[in-house]
């Protein structure tokens, strides 16, 4: 991670030259940049269908009780299970497995209670989601331990690794509602099949440094 200090922005309503006469031309720059973590290599990936397992699948309707609906084969199209229907319910309860986007959900739609009241995100349900998780397909050492939905966000939601790192944004991994009675709300697990296409060389120290002086 580089750590700088910055200066204050320059508003739009002025010109550079209103705050550059203060620097002189010869002024010494300082970046305190520790750079001992800075990987020298990285890979770039390509996203491929992901067709999740008929265990994968069967678990998911299990969590979802979605039993009495079948168990459908693992397929590359979309596969939907809806819930019996209530008069003027637009959206009932769904399970969704999707291989082009490489995501498996369930949500209660218009039965979804409105409050979040009851919601589990404690240290017991982050274990229940990785379990969940893990039943679901996803590799559990591709998942943070931690729970980073924010906070005033009911639930649970485990980010994605990927060699190591974070997905950036929370835009890959486990997320999952669980009430106190052990009722599941909703969940969604997002992982995309990645394959290596590129092994890359990173910019070194010196040229990161070159980089941020122009």
Not at 21 to 49: C, D, G, R, S
Not at 97 to 104: A, E, H, I, L
Not at 107 to 128: C, F, I, M, N, Y
Request: net charge neutral.
């Amino acid at each position: 991670m580089l750590l700088f200090s910055w200066f204050p922005l320059v508003d739009s309503a002025n010109e550079l030259a209103d705050v550059s006469p203060q620097f002189e031309t010869n002024m010494a720059i300082l970046w305190h940049a520790p750079t001992n973590q800075l990987p020298t290599h990285f890979w770039l990936y390509k996203k491929v269908p992901q067709i999740f397992s008929a265990t994968a699948i069967s678990n998911g309707i299990a969590l979802a009780s979605f039993e009495k609906k079948g168990f459908p084969k693992p397929s590359t199209n979309d596969i939907v299970l809806w819930a019996d229907p209530s008069v003027g319910e637009p959206q009932p309860p769904h399970f969704l497995v999707s291989s082009k986007s490489g995501q498996m959900s369930f949500t209660l739609g218009d039965r979804a209670p409105d409050s979040q009241e009851g919601v589990a995100r404690d240290e017991a349900a982050v274990k229940h989601a990785l379990k969940c998780a893990t039943e679901l397909g996803a590799n559990p050492a591709e998942l943070e331990r931690t729970n980073s939905a924010p906070e005033g966000v009911r639930g649970v939601f485990l980010t994605r690794l990927l060699d190591g790192m974070p997905f950036l944004f929370n835009n890959e991994g486990f997320q999952i509602q669980f009430e106190k009675s052990g009722r599941v709300r909703q969940f969604a697990l997002l992982w995309p099949r990645l394959q290596r296409q590129q092994y890359c060389l990173a910019a070194n120290p010196s040229e990161i440094m070159r980089c941020i002086r122009r």
